[in-house]
T-cell receptor, first 112, second 112 residues
């Protein structure tokens, strides 16, 4: 196990609703990245947080937003959910200056 | 945008044989590459990485080869075991480990 935890494990939401996913990074890691993984595809980079600031963003609309807290845990918020947002959401933590990312088990989001 | 792809979506090998998983990337500025293994219901697990100033790196039963001339990456698994059955992703970064771009994945099946 990597020491990265995510909650909840599974979530079902209705189109138009808002969702918050949570991630606790591995001890000593101050960088968290979020990815969206659609079924049968590779993870797609959403954004990265470093010391509570957004530090890079992929090709996702503004309704995908995030936060990182002083203890380096993180949240991913998605507003106005769409059916295509159904996916596995992964967070990965890394240490300062470290490239290797350690992934959590993911949150499976289903939008109906 | 830049993308990472795989030649073979599925690969079946006999237990004990060597496996070779291939990956093509298109961003000539990528300077860091990682191979991940993802088992069902789990997040990606780091296998091995390589920087663009190297062309080969070996780990325990795994070897990564990088050919920058043709923008090709491969993962070799020696003496493939049933526990190696999973989906394998290559990922690239051109920004010191930020904004990783993942390929679609190759499913490796190990036959008894």
């Amino acid at each position: 196990e990597t020491g990265v935890t995510q909650s909840p494990t599974h979530l079902i939401k209705t189109r138009g609703q808002q969702v918050t996913l949570r991630c606790s990074s591995q001890s000593g890691h101050n960088t968290v990245s979020w990815y969206q993984q659609a079924l049968g595809q590779g993870p797609q980079f959403i954004f990265q947080y470093y010391r509570e600031e957004e530090n890079g963003r992929g090709n996702f609309p503004p309704r995908f937003s995030g936060l990182q807290f002083p203890n380096y845990s993180s949240e991913l918020n998605v507003n106005a959910l769409e059916l295509d947002d159904s996916a596995l959401y992964l967070c990965a933590s890394s240490s300062e200056g470290g490239d290797e990312q350690y992934f959590g088990p993911g949150t499976r989001l289903t939008v109906t | 945008g830049e993308s990472v792809g795989l030649h073979l979506p599925t690969l079946s090998v006999q237990e004990g044989d060597n496996s070779i998983i291939n990956c093509a990337y298109s961003n000539s500025a990528s300077d860091y590459f990682i191979w991940y293994k993802q088992e069902s219901g789990k997040g990606p697990q780091f296998i091995i990485d390589i920087r663009s100033n190297m062309d080969k790196r070996q780990g325990q039963r795994v070897t990564v080869l990088l050919n920058k001339t043709v923008k090709h990456l491969s993962l070799q698994i020696a003496a493939t075991q049933p526990g190696d059955s999973a989906v394998y992703f290559c990922a690239e970064s051109d920004n010191y480990g930020q904004n990783f771009v993942f390929g679609p994945g190759t499913r490796l099946s190990v036959l008894p």
